[in-house]
């Protein structure tokens, strides 16, 4: 790993004096924002965060606000999954599309009223694509990054942690719903999701000033439940098949390339600017999708670029996340293989740095 | 500093190959890309760089292109700066603003033909707001980024090597012009520019493959010059007045308040997006402005945040970049002053983390 020149541009959030006081060993940047990678070790992390809970700094979860009476319309125009049932107080998952079906982002869209949305953001600029378009289709809406900061709480004792903060109601949250809870006098959105598969919420919190004072507040009252900090997990996510923007998936692909085609409802979505390309693309299906991918052999190296995914002399794919699993005893993996190599149980090479290994497509995620 | 933990979408370069083996030492992320900050120490990589010459991996310097009809119409919606008289083969430095004037990055336009353009961007996903204001206005134009990555030359002795590479045509390139050069049976576009005082080329390197192949070239063509690979100078940088997008100047900013005004024609560049509240603010005159600011005492820490500027109990301003200067025997700084405490030889407090210092407003920049 390599050192990272402090400045301002990449920014800290309103967490980071509690991340660096838990001993925080290595961040990366997203959203051109500081988020931990690693607090004892990634493999430590792991173990506790399936075991135990934590509080992660997800604040580089930027969020996008439409404002206005166009706020509806601009959000639908933004991703082909149709919004109409979508009620406030949901969450849903939204590939965002440009005019040819290529991925911007793949958030989390919070319906707070119909006249207003977030956007929680995945890893790019996604404020300026939404602001161009609003202005270019002149539309009755503010577009801005508010002083949000998502503050998640993650693994199997999430709920007894929460409900000690914020009262029993937090247990009646509903999978991606959100309800509003009190904290230090403020309204803060609470939703039951986040990015692993142990269960959890995500906290939005308003304003940077509350963000200590919640921080020392859930480590405070979780200290029996063995609470930590922690942080997105490689190992865990990847065994989920949670995807990582810009990792796993880029704007060269479309949703149905990342298996997000149910998220797609191009009959119906008649609103998204990329409808009529993703029209084409569901009538023919993919050329290539994302496959959990199996690696033999022992713990492979960090992963810092694709690695080449071959049937014999023809590349067929590539390798864009990667980690060793001590629950599975294996080495887990995500891909994106061409359609003539993507049935479960094909033998492929993957030509990692430290030589050729066997990679194998499997059936499912490891859950 | 703290570890980065690899990934692939902290993207890589065509040079990195040649930037580890020449040691660096650390990177930020810029782009979304690394860039590296440090090779043999930043005051040892200062004096090299004023005395000799440095090879830069600056990919992360990544191009907008425009390509089309409404290229032109495209580029000038942009930004205020008037584009009327400018001819293929020149580089202007350009704001670019949102409707309400805020800077959204301070790029390099490079005018290739009248329907071609590229955007040489600062740190911000420039390339999602241009597209998204080309399909709001249904603009006849292709707008991507392509495989093109600048490797820059800087130093006094830049002319020379750059002369044994590519013939002494190149010694002609006026200041913010560009030609086209062959290497290894390749056109490439090479402007006299770059983010140094100290004088330089950008070679715009059309090409993955072609990277490591130039890199090695520069290098062993210019070992009795003592070529080093290097990168962007925080120390040089500051001493020249050369700002930093999402350091010094944020989408909060107008130009006037960044010092641009006078790339700011808004009286004839009607084109431009944010044209009429520039107007307003060219008018009025900003309340606030970018100053070079001295700062006393020992060297100052790295700066992660903005540092309060103070005038007693009243903050009026903030501090965004600094460093220890061996050749003005100072502490150089970039703020941001509020325009009751602007005028030279102001004298105020800044808030650094270890405590209070003298900082003074300074009439010019240290060239």
């Not at 998640?152 to 709920?159: C, H, L, S, T, Y």
């Not at 996340?321 to 190599?341: L, Q, Y």
């Amino acid at each position: 790993m390599a050192l990272i020149s402090p400045s301002r541009r990449l920014r800290r959030t309103p967490f980071s004096d509690g991340v660096e006081a838990a001993g925080v060993k290595a961040y990366t940047i997203y959203n051109r924002m500081l988020l931990p990678t690693m607090f004892e070790s990634v493999e430590a992390d792991y173990r506790h965060l399936k075991d135990h809970v934590q509080v992660w700094d997800v604040a580089v979860e930027r969020q996008v606000e439409l404002r206005g009476p166009d706020a509806g319309r601009l959000m639908q125009m933004l991703t082909p999954r149709d919004l109409r049932r979508m009620l406030p107080g949901q969450c849903y998952y939204v590939p965002i599309v440009d005019e040819t079906g290529g991925m911007l982002n793949d958030p989390v869209a919070v319906k707070l009223a119909e006249d207003r949305w977030w956007i929680s953001i995945a890893d790019s600029d996604l404020l300026l694509w939404v602001k161009g378009i609003a202005n270019g289709y002149r539309l009755d809406v503010l577009v801005d990054e508010p002083d949000i900061s998502p503050l998640a709480v993650q693994g199997p004792k999430a709920d007894d942690l929460m409900a000690r903060v914020f009262g029993d109601r937090v247990r009646d949250i509903r999978f991606f719903r959100f309800d509003m809870f009190q904290f230090e006098g403020r309204d803060l959105a609470i939703a039951r999701s986040g990015y692993s598969k142990q269960g959890g919420f995500e906290i939005y919190v308003d304003g940077t000033e509350l963000g200590m004072p919640l921080w020392e507040r859930l480590f405070a009252t979780g200290e029996d439940l063995n609470v930590r900090a922690g942080c997105p997990n490689a190992i865990e996510r990847i065994e989920g098949g949670l995807l990582s923007y810009g990792n796993d998936m880029t704007d060269d692909n479309t949703p149905h390339e990342c298996g997000l085609g149910r998220f797609c409802d191009t009959q119906t979505a008649i609103g998204c600017i990329g409808r009529d390309a993703l029209l084409r693309v569901a009538k023919e299906g993919p050329v290539q999708q994302i496959r959990p991918i199996e690696i033999a052999g022992a713990p492979t190296p960090s992963i810092d670029r694709a690695w080449p995914l071959m049937a014999g002399k023809t590349r067929v794919g590539q390798v864009t996340s990667a980690a060793w699993s001590p629950d599975f005893n294996t080495n887990v993996a995500i891909g994106m293989v061409r359609m003539t190599h993507w049935d479960p149980g094909t033998v492929l090479e993957v030509i990692a740095p430290d030589g050729a290994r066997r990679a194998t497509v499997c059936e499912a995620f490891w859950l």
